[in-house]
């Protein structure tokens, strides 16, 4: 499966110009309530070859990426009329590009869909990949499918108004694309001054080109994508888990926890020098504010564990990695070891 075009920049003439070589039947911008306001006004003004259209918005969060509200969407799409040669145009986050993906694959089994994200997490990860999906009873991208947009298009301008607790959510993907594949990523973002949309927006390219690599070698993620999961069994979990709180964690947020327990865990595993895991380490409490985990959460974490895709023969397998720069994959550990990683973590903390 090839990755789909990428287009980064001024991207308003590349769907311009799209749409006039196109005749679409109708055309839909699928928006959450933020990118209603913040980001379809500016991407609409500059489309000339754009004569009819609807919108259809949904609640912003993660707590509706669910079959709920693709169920609501198909119903207005088939009441607006779209046929098979409808396009969805995605413009949001993660969770609505993950979403609408689903939703215009499934429809009349299948529709064309266009992604701009418009956060830097779904700009640097969700872009890549044509994985979309929903969650199930809290359960991370249980349902999806791998359908790969028309082509994505990236305008770093949309990060202007987000805020900077989206952005560090952000961040702390591309710094896993440093340190699964490349060193010199990861050191260039730990050691930037300030880590602001403007000082990020020169290494999105970077970030984006690590993924797609990766992806391209292993496109249905039968060995090598699976290093794209490091921190994310662990990441997953913690999410899940604080989904069901008051304050629940954004996702880039669960993913540093979850990739500092996992260094411990490799570090336990003979996997990882010390001295990188403690680089792990300073790197991440350089960036976040991290606190720990409460031990009687464990059980329901290994729980949340239990469900990961990459799970085979109930056994719980992780990506970990084996130096700054390099991941491995369908690595088995047992409950005592995460454990152990769980209260390593705890103790550093403290
Ligand atoms: N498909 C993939 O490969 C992949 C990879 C990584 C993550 N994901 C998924 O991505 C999701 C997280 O994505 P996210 O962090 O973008 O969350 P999100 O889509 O919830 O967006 C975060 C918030 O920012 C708002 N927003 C979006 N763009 C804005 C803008 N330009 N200005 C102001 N506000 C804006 C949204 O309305 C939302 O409130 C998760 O569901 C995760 O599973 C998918």
């Not at 794209?228 to 069901?244: D, K, Q, R």
Request: one cysteine or more.
């Amino acid at each position: 499966m090839k990755s789909a075009p990428i287009h980064f920049g001024s991207i308003a003439s590349v769907l311009d110009q799209y749409l006039h070589e196109n005749n679409f039947s109708n055309i839909f911008f699928l928006v959450d309530e933020n990118t209603h306001v913040h980001c379809l006004p500016i991407l609409l003004a500059d489309l000339d070859h754009l004569s009819a259209y609807e919108i259809l918005e949904v609640d912003a969060g993660e707590e509706y990426k669910t079959i709920e509200t693709v169920s609501n969407l198909w119903l207005a799409l088939a009441e607006l009329g779209a046929d098979r040669n409808a396009l969805v145009i995605n413009v949001g986050g993660g969770v609505l590009t993950d979403m609408g993906g689903f939703m215009a694959s499934t429809f009349k089994r299948g529709i064309k869909f266009i992604n701009i994200p418009t956060t830097l997490l779904s700009q640097v990860d969700a872009s890549v990949g044509g994985k979309n999906g929903i969650d199930l009873e809290g359960m991370k991208n249980m349902v999806g499918t791998f359908t790969q947009p028309e082509m994505v298009l990236i305008d770093p301008k949309f990060l202007k108004t987000l805020e900077q607790r989206q952005i560090k959510s952000g961040l702390a993907e591309m710094l896993k694309h440093g340190l699964i594949q490349d060193r010199d990523h990861w050191d260039n973002l730990v050691q930037l001054l300030s880590h602001n949309a403007d000082d990020l927006a020169p290494f999105i390219m970077d970030s984006i080109e690590i993924k797609r690599q990766v992806v391209e070698a292993d496109p249905y993620e039968k060995g090598m994508r699976k290093i794209l999961n490091f921190g994310h069994t662990i990441g997953h979990a913690i999410e899940s888990e604080s989904l069901e709180t008051d304050f629940p964690l954004l996702h880039g947020e669960a993913i540093v926890i979850g990739m500092i327990i996992e260094a411990f865990l490799a570090e336990q595993k003979g996997f990882l020098a010390t001295e990188d895991r403690e680089e792990i380490c300073d790197g991440f409490a350089s960036l976040y504010a991290l606190s720990t985990i409460d031990s009687k959460l464990i059980p329901h974490l290994l729980e949340w564990m239990s469900y990961d895709k990459k799970n085979e023969n109930h056994a719980i397998h992780f990506s970990l990695i084996d130096q700054i720069g390099s991941c491995t994959y369908n690595v088995v550990c047992n409950e005592e070891e995460i454990n152990a990683a769980f209260e390593a973590y705890n103790t550093w903390i403290n």
